[in-house]
Antibody, heavy 122, light 111 residues
């Protein structure tokens, strides 16, 4: 059974940093691209960032480019999101999501975690 | 404002069929077959219902189907059931710098 478990969320002041983690199990982690998708309270879904199976290809939404960094550790079956210079508009539930395609990116997400809440407020 | 346009709400009675549209541009929906649909119940994580425009993941009911014509993708749910009441989001790969865009979501009410 595929499981994705996010952690690291919390309350943080504007301008500060936070690092999210996602622990994956139930599939061959290093075969698949992985993504972060967020959802502000009461709002829709927004793709944040994605990373290929071998970290060779990385992409970011314009809204986080230059502030967030995605990474993965295939030996630990883990995905990370380093979030710097946080803003109030980054407040959201952050989901870790598995890509549908093996060894490439289908830019579609077949398994999702339950999310970790990030609140940016003074 | 979301990059893909969906109706804010649709409704139907049990047993009926409904269709949710998702309109983009030639840079996203019209240009690629990386179109997917997600179902989200309140307080739950999204669930993939359709990928690559019209493919159903294993375990998803065949009452759900997807299609695309030009810059508009559609999700059709036939034989509506009470459990289908949820929010539905479309998504597409985009050639713009942001890679993936979502629709604003459609709230489906089963009357």
């Amino acid at each position: 059974e595929v499981q994705l478990v996010e952690s690291g969320g919390g309350l943080v002041q504007p301008g500060r940093s936070l690092r999210l983690s996602c622990a994956a199990s139930g599939f061959t982690f290093d075969d698949y691209a992985m993504h972060w998708v967020r959802q502000a309270p009461g709002k829709g879904l927004e793709w944040v960032s994605g990373i290929s199976w071998n970290s060779g290809s990385i992409g970011y939404a314009d809204s986080v480019k230059g502030r967030f960094t995605i990474s993965r550790d295939n030996a630990k079956n883990s995905l990370y999101l380093q979030m710097n210079s946080l803003r109030a508009e980054d407040t959201a539930l952050y989901y870790c999501a598995k890509d549908t395609s093996r060894y490439s990116s289908g830019w579609q997400f077949d398994y999702w975690g339950q999310g970790t809440l990030v609140t940016v407020s003074s | 404002q979301s990059a893909l346009t969906q109706p804010a709400s649709v409704s139907g009675s049990p047993g009926q069929s409904i269709t949710i549209s998702c309109t983009g541009t030639s840079s996203d929906v019209g240009g690629y077959n990386y179109v997917s649909w997600y179902q989200q119940h309140p307080g739950k994580a999204p669930k993939l219902m359709i990928y690559d425009v019209s493919n159903r993941p294993s375990g998803v009911s065949n009452r759900f189907s997807g299609s695309k014509s030009g810059n508009t993708a559609s999700l059709t749910i036939s034989g509506l059931q009470a459990e289908d009441e949820a929010d539905y989001y479309c998504s597409s790969y985009t050639s713009s710098s942001t890679y993936v865009v979502f629709g604003g979501g459609t709230k489906l009410t089963v009357l």
